[in-house]
């Protein structure tokens, strides 16, 4: 009697950890499968960045309004047109080539129209995340057209870029900016092979009437603040244009003649 007594607690003992045994191995199959889960959507989510087309404009899109988000300035397509390049292996200051550091490889240039909406120069890591070069859109700090300058400061901004994350913008979103992407070329063709201006670089131009206000203000326009709009050249040969809030307010506007002298005027039209 005592035997089977024993016997009897013996089962039931094996029966519960039979039990667990059960248990156990269920959870931890659960696990697997929960992992196994979320690797396959990691897998996915990595598959769907590597299977983008990166020399479309709908990339382009998505390049362009992460990058000028990121950096505190507003994208909008109603009112903006983009030129796409590819700028490989071209000088990063076109205006003194020989001393200039060259893009990399791969390296792509959306510049937007009018010049105040902003340009974007950046690498695709095809890993949903983009490199960006603190490229000057306007070198108008006249040390640019000094070899040493330009060598260190070309080769400083291509050793210290910029990581930026896409944004996942929505169909709509794209469709709004793929109608006003188009391909361009010609960086760095106005440009000159050695660091030597002649007198024209004084004549104020379309190309450099911004640089001229830029120099009076003594920093780039802000664009993350104001609209700029596109200049225009009246009878007199003078250059001007106007700039709003971002209510569309009128803000100011600026005159340039044609000695490149800036006359800055508030919202009233008085001068500053």
């Known amino acids: 009697m005592v035997l089977s007594a024993c016997d009897i607690n013996i089962n039931t003992g094996s029966s519960n950890d039979s039990k667990s045994s059960k248990e156990s191995s269920s959870s931890s199959d659960s696990k697997k499968n929960n992992q196994s889960s979320n690797n396959n959507s990691s897998s996915s989510s990595d598959s769907n960045h590597n299977s ?69 120069v950046y690498t695709d890591n095809n890993d949903g995340t983009v490199t960006v070069y603190n490229v000057p859109s306007h070198f108008q700090n006249k040390g640019w057209d000094e070899d040493g300058y330009t060598e260190r400061e070309s080769n400083r901004i291509l050793d210290n870029p910029k990581t930026v994350k896409l944004q996942d913008l929505s169909q709509s979103e794209i469709n709004s900016w793929t109608n006003v992407i188009s391909e361009t070329s010609g960086y760095g063709d106005f440009g000159s092979d050695d660091s030597d201006n002649d007198d024209s670089s004084d004549e104020v131009t379309r190309d450099n009437v911004i640089d001229k206000v830029e120099d009076y203000e003594g920093h780039n326009l802000d664009t993350s603040k104001y609209d700029y709009k596109e200049p225009e050249k009246n009878d007199d040969g003078e250059w001007g244009f106007s700039f709003t809030d971002k209510d569309g307010n009128l803000a100011g506007s600026y005159i340039i003649d044609q000695d490149g002298d800036v006359t800055k005027y508030d919202e009233n039209g008085d001068p500053e």
């Open 52 to 120: 983008e087309n990166t020399d479309s404009n709908e990339h382009y899109a998505k390049v362009w309004v992460s990058v000028i988000e990121d950096s505190g300035g507003t994208a909008d397509s109603s009112n903006t047109e983009i030129g796409h390049e590819d700028v490989s292996g071209k000088a990063l200051n076109p205006y003194n080539k020989s001393a200039s550091a060259k893009f990399p490889n791969g390296t792509q240039l959306l510049s937007g129209t009018p010049m105040s909406a902003g340009q974007v």
